[in-house]
C-alpha cells in the first residue's frame, strides 16, 4: 500500500518561491512516474507536472518557466520547486503515482497560498 507524505506548503507573497516535497513508501519507487497535482476551491483537481522513471519532465502551460519537478530515487522523494508564484497558484498541492495500480491513492496535501 503505497503512502504519500507532502510536506512545504505556506503562506508566500506574489513573487516568492517554495519548494514542496512529497515522499513515498510502500512501493518501488525508482520504477514509477511522479506527478504534482492541485486542487482551488471550487476548482477540479488538475495536473501540474511529470517526472518520468527516466526523469523526462511535462509541465501544465500555466506553470511552465515557473515551476520544477524533480525526483530524488534514494529517498523515494519527489519535489516540485515553484518560482515566481502567483495568486492563481493558490490550491493544496499533491503528489501521486502514475500508474492505474494507484489511482485513488493521494495523499493529504499542503496547501500553498499566495497573497500579499
Known amino acids: 500500500q503505497v503512502q504519500l507524505v507532502e510536506s512545504g506548503g505556506g503562506l508566500v507573497q506574489p513573487g516568492g518561491s517554495l519548494r514542496l516535497s512529497c515522499a513515498a513508501s510502500g512501493i518501488s519507487f525508482r520504477t514509477y512516474a511522479m506527478a504534482w497535482y492541485r486542487q482551488a476551491p471550487g476548482k477540479q483537481r488538475e495536473l501540474v507536472a511529470i517526472i518520468t522513471a527516466g526523469g523526462s519532465r511535462n509541465y501544465a502551460m500555466s506553470v511552465k518557466d515557473r515551476f520544477t519537478i524533480s525526483r530524488d530515487n534514494t529517498k523515494s522523494t519527489v519535489y516540485l520547486q515553484m518560482n515566481s508564484l502567483k495568486p492563481e497558484d493558490t490550491a493544496v498541492y499533491y503528489c501521486?503515482?502514475?500508474?492505474?495500480?494507484?489511482?485513488?491513492?493521494w495523499g493529504q496535501g499542503t496547501q500553498v497560498t499566495v497573497s500579499s
Open positions: 501521486h503515482v502514475q500508474s492505474s495500480a494507484y489511482e485513488n491513492s
